[in-house]
């Protein structure tokens, strides 16, 4: 009796330790999420991932996926740079590729001149200006109009001055 009394101590002190050091690696979790930003970024859409139904913090690898996302990004840039340059050769509206929403506002708000720029630049420097710092010339940040709505970039009524500019333009 008084062994599984010693014993279940013994459990409940290694799981108090446990949930512990789960607690204060908590701040090093927000450092390398900072870092490392591709590491916690969720799979597109339509792929199944089991360890996400596993929320264990501990033991943690922030490389894990790090393939995953890259062939993930590279696939998003590429039908990104294959929608601009449709659009950018076609007169027709082009529906809007599946990439993440963000993205697809961002794409449908660039003006013809910018998609030219994009699809001038190429996919690298498309992945580039998407996921670091290294800005096209002549194309806008994606952080700077992800608010926009989807209009497939051709709307000429549309404006972000207001109604009296959108108004003049139309008439």
């Not at 599984?4 to 690696?25: Q, T, Y």
């Not at 660039?110 to 030219?116: F, Q, R, V, Y």
């Not at 699809?119 to 700077?144: D, N, Q």
């Amino acid at each position: 009796m008084l062994r599984r009394i010693i014993s279940a101590i013994g459990r409940l002190v290694a799981w108090a330790a446990d949930k512990g050091v789960e607690i204060m690696l908590m701040p090093v979790h927000a450092v390398l999420m900072y870092l490392f930003p591709a590491a916690y970024e969720t799979l597109p859409i339509g792929t199944e991932d089991d360890r996400a139904a596993n929320s264990e913090m501990l033991p943690f690898d922030p490389f894990e996926r790090a393939e995953e996302v890259i062939a993930a990004r590279e696939i998003e840039a590429n039908l990104a740079l294959a929608w601009a340059a449709e659009a950018a050769l076609s007169d027709a509206e082009v529906p809007l590729p599946s990439v993440k929403p963000e993205l697809r506002s961002w794409l449908a708000s660039l003006s013809d001149d910018e998609l030219d720029a994009l699809v001038a630049a190429g996919t690298e420097a498309l992945y580039a200006h998407l996921h670091f710092e290294m800005h096209i010339p002549g194309v806008p940040t994606t952080s700077g109009r992800a608010s926009r709505p989807e209009l497939g970039g051709r709307d000429p009524c549309f404006s972000t001055a207001g109604f009296g500019v959108a108004a003049q333009r139309c008439a």
